[in-house]
C-alpha cells in the first residue's frame, strides 16, 4: 500500500493474502484522532468518510480477514466511518501498485480512533 503510518501509531497489525486473482494487504493501527484524521487524508478519498450502519455480527457471513489478526470486522462495530480510494483514478502514483484501498475509522474513545485499510 506504500502507506507512512503515523510516528503515535499503536497496535500496529498487517497481513498479504495472496489470492487466486488478486493479492489483499490489510493493515490495521491505532492513533489519535487527529493523526488517524490527517492519516486519511493524506490517502486522498474519493468522498468524505460517511457513516458505516454496523451489520449484525450473528448474520454477517461474508469473509472475515480481520479475525485472522484478532480484530473484529470493521463492518459489525457501532462508530465507524468508510470511505474508498482509486489510487490510479486520482493518478496517486505513490501507491501505483493497488487498484483500491477501502478505509474504515472506528472511534474508541478517549480521542483515539482504530484505522482498517483493506487493498487489492
Keep these: 500500500m506504500r502507506v507512512q ?7 500496529m497489525k498487517g497481513a498479504v493474502q495472496h489470492g487466486f486473482q488478486d493479492t489483499t494487504y490489510l493493515l490495521s ?4 484522532t487527529g493523526d488517524a484524521e490527517a492519516f486519511v487524508a493524506d490517502l486522498r478519498p474519493e468522498e468524505a468518510l460517511r ?3 454496523p451489520r449484525d455480527s450473528t448474520t454477517y457471513t ?3 480477514p480481520w479475525s485472522h489478526l484478532g480484530l473484529p470486522e470493521p463492518e459489525t462495530q457501532q462508530k465507524v466511518r468508510t470511505a ?4 490510479p483514478c486520482i493518478k496517486d502514483e505513490r501507491r501505483s501498485a493497488v487498484q483500491s484501498i ?5 472511534d474508541i474513545g478517549d480521542g483515539r480512533a482504530r484505522v482498517y485499510l483493506k487493498a487489492f
Design 84 to 87: 474508498s480510494v482509486c489510487p
Design 51 to 53: 457513516a458505516n450502519t
Design 62 to 64: 461474508t469473509i472475515t
Design 102 to 106: 477501502t478505509i474504515f475509522v472506528q
Design 5 to 11: 503510518t503515523p510516528a503515535g501509531a499503536a497496535e
Design 29 to 32: 493501527f491505532a492513533a489519535s
